[in-house]
């Protein structure tokens, strides 16, 4: 069974690099969402596509942070000039259109250190 | 910010006794669902409940919701070892296309 994958597991960089986070969603799932969670806290939305199109973005997307989802599969998340507050675990998640009737499928993250 | 609420932060338990953790929300949803969080892992889905819906049960679990009080509660009966997790509620508001969660609550089942 293929669920939800993410690339690498963890990630630390120095303050003022650029990063990027790799995304594999369930293949039949249009859907595909970005969360990021600090330690003790709920995942915070970041935005979401359906398909190859980026139909929402959380005003906690600063200029700084851009996704794509190339052809509507996989999604990449770059962050640009990273600062200490950039650290967090970044969750990737996908669904079936229609789909708030329908669960996410969360994979296992992304832990970015930036120190 | 966060709409779901849970209730309490942190809940510490036996093993073989129930856990019952709560969530209040803010506005009107299509549904809400419950995740389970393993330290370190991503979230996993344990059960949906729609508006329309008062209860629904999936084997030792039972989730409740209250519309008119804009809360929902989670009963993990019989608990376990493995049990031991964070709990979230999640919440899809009328007209949105996410679905928001909570803070959690952190459950330790002690053998």
């Known amino acids: 069974d293929t669920g939800v994958s993410q690339d690498p597991r963890h990630k630390i960089t120095k303050r003022g690099q650029n990063v990027t986070f790799r995304c594999d969603p369930i293949?039949?799932?249009?859907?595909l969402y970005w969360y990021r969670q600090t330690l003790g806290q709920g995942p915070e939305f970041l935005t979401y596509?359906?398909?190859?199109?980026?139909?929402?973005k959380s005003r906690l997307l600063s200029d700084r942070f851009s996704a794509e989802r190339p052809k509507g599969s996989f999604s990449t998340l770059e962050i640009q000039r990273t600062e200490q507050g950039d650290s967090a675990m970044y969750l990737c998640?996908?669904?079936?259109?229609?789909?708030?009737?329908?669960?996410?499928?969360f994979g296992n993250g992304t832990r970015l250190t930036v120190t | 910010s966060q709409q779901g609420e849970e209730d309490p932060q942190a809940l510490s338990i036996q093993e073989g006794e129930n856990a019952t953790m709560n969530c209040s929300y803010k506005?009107?949803?299509?549904?809400l669902q419950w995740y389970r969080q393993n330290s370190g892992r991503g979230l996993v889905h344990l059960i949906l409940?729609?508006?329309?819906?008062r209860e629904k049960h999936s084997g030792r679990l039972r989730v409740t919701l209250d519309t008119s009080k804009k809360s929902s509660s989670l009963l993990i009966t019989a608990s376990r070892a493995a049990d031991t997790a964070s709990y979230f509620c999640?919440?899809?508001?009328?007209?949105?296309?996410?679905?928001?969660f909570g803070q959690g609550t952190r459950l330790t089942i002690n053998p």
């Open positions: 999640a919440t899809d508001a009328k007209g949105a296309q996410k679905l928001v």
């Open positions: 409940i729609r508006s329309n819906e």
């Open positions: 293949s039949e799932h249009n859907r």
């Open positions: 998640a996908s669904s079936l259109v229609g789909g708030m009737h329908s669960p996410l499928h």
């Open positions: 506005t009107s949803i299509n549904n």
């Open positions: 596509f359906q398909n190859e199109a980026q139909l929402e």
